[in-house]
T-cell receptor, first 116, second 114 residues
Framework: DQQVKQNSPSLSVQEGRISILNCDYT??????FLWYKKYPAEGPTFLIS?????DKNEDGRFTVFLNKSAKHLSLHIVPSQPGDSAVYFC???????????????FGQGTILTVHP | DGGITQSPKYLFRKEGQNVTLSCEQN?????MYWYRQDPGQGLRLIYY???????QKGDIAEGYSVSREKKESFPLTVTSAQKNPTAFYLC?????????????FGPGTRLTVT
């Protein structure tokens, strides 16, 4: 049962344009969401996060939007740069009590390619 | 320089052999995690530990074992019972205090079993 889904396996964007990566979740207990960026053969690096009490969080070129009613979040990258080409994972977490604190559930990832 | 180290970067083993992957962190984080990544799939949680001498199974723990004897170290053993051990293995850590869910990842170990 995939609780976090990224339905687009890949996305191709021209340099300077906007990249929009999408993520859907099913578990209403999730209350914190993160985006990670990953290059091949390396560990993921944290990009940006959002708590369920907010609907938007911005950090430089990266903005994450959360629509709780639709159980949907998106990552916007503006403007996109060739160095942004990587796999992007969304992840979700929620305090369900006890030992599940801090546990992250990841989506399958979206490969972003930014063309010069 | 604080961070998470995983060694080795690449590991090759024959089928039927147990193999132990190393993970060390000097971030003074309480929690540590092991994930595996397969092509086209997200990161799947194998085991996690929130405190020394305690750990819990993740979503795909069968065929794996862990120990947490020191706060800094969380080695993962891939046993011969693991049916598809070839994968990219990632270790992560996070602070428990402060409500931060952010996990910091190591560079990973590519395990190939033939």
């Amino acid at each position: 049962d995939q609780q976090v889904k990224q339905n687009s396996p890949s996305l191709s964007v021209q340099e300077g344009r906007i990249s929009i990566l999408n993520c859907d979740y099913t578990n209403s207990m999730f209350d914190y969401f993160l985006w990670y960026k990953k290059y091949p053969a390396e560990g993921p690096t944290f990009l940006i996060s959002i708590s369920s009490i907010k609907d938007k969080n911005e950090d430089g070129r990266f903005t994450v939007f959360l629509n709780k009613s639709a159980k949907h979040l998106s990552l916007h990258i503006v403007p996109s740069q060739p160095g942004d080409s990587a796999v992007y994972f969304c992840a979700a977490s929620g305090y369900a009590g006890g030992t599940s604190y801090g546990k992250l559930t990841f989506g399958q990832g979206t490969i972003l390619t930014v063309h010069p | 320089d604080g961070g998470i180290t995983q060694s080795p970067k690449y590991l090759f083993r024959k089928e039927g052999q147990n193999v132990t992957l190393s993970c060390e962190q000097n971030l003074n984080h309480d929690a540590m995690y092991w994930y595996r990544q397969d092509p086209g799939q997200g990161l799947r949680l194998i085991y996690y530990s929130q405190i020394v001498n305690d750990f819990q199974k993740g979503d795909i723990a069968e065929g794996y074992s862990v120990s947490r004897e020191k706060k800094e170290s969380f080695p993962l053993t891939v046993t011969s019972a693991q049916k598809n051990p070839t994968a990219f293995y990632l270790c992560a850590s996070s602070p428990i205090a402060g409500g931060s869910y952010e996990q910091y990842f190591g560079p990973g170990t590519r395990l190939t079993v033939t």
